[in-house]
């Protein structure tokens, strides 16, 4: 199966769609010149909205998918009931997983490590939450990546809100070595940090 074109860019600007009283959150994608290539967007059953006035939301499940311009759905971001650490799943536009996510706990430095279906690593991301810089590494240890919110210049009067990133996969990456993987969890580091804290 061919991999979208959305995920051969190797530089994504993620800004989120602010919405009054939202239950789910939206993130509009764009490419280094300013051009929307997709969207983000949470999906939540109603049952889950109305626990979510009640219940910390850190303990639910949630679906993340990443949609093309269309409304295709490219990949999905998905986690179940949890009361620890997360364990969620990376699928492609079909449904199969393709990788898992599994956390690991560090105070303000959150560490994901990205898993292949026979639970071998690819690729991990980790940083510093509060100043929100990430590194994302390869399994042999070398920086194959950033996620940031610093950044000059390019696109830089289009982002007016306060949830916004910047993406950078370096572009020797190829989909041999799970990009799709790495870039969807990438792309929704933001969301996954807000729904596993």
Do not use: C
């Not at 600007?13 to 967007?41: C, H, M, W």
């Amino acid at each position: 199966m061919a991999v979208p074109a959305f995920f051969e860019n190797n530089d994504y600007f993620i800004d989120e769609k602010v919405a009054f009283l939202k239950f789910t959150n939206t993130y509009r994608v764009y490419s280094p010149n300013g051009e929307q290539i997709g969207t983000i967007q949470e999906t939540m059953h109603g049952i889950l909205k109305v626990l979510s006035l009640f219940i910390n939301k850190s303990f639910f499940p949630f679906k993340l998918d990443v949609l093309d311009t269309t409304g295709r759905v490219l990949a999905m971001i998905k986690r179940g009931w949890t009361f620890f650490m997360s364990k969620i799943q990376v699928l492609d536009e079909t449904g199969a997983v393709i990788a898992h996510i599994r956390q690991q706990f560090k105070f303000f430095k959150p560490t994901f490590h990205i898993l292949d279906t026979n639970e071998q690593p690819i690729a991990s991301i980790s940083g510093d939450w509060k100043a929100w810089n990430f590194a994302i590494t390869s399994n042999e240890g070398k920086q194959i990546g950033t996620i940031t919110k610093k950044w000059n210049g390019i696109l830089k009067e289009a982002f007016t809100t306060a949830d916004k990133y910047i993406v950078s996969i370096d572009k020797d990456i190829a989909e041999d070595d799970g990009k799709t993987a790495i870039v969807a969890t990438a792309i929704t580091i933001d969301m996954v940090l807000k729904e596993s804290k």
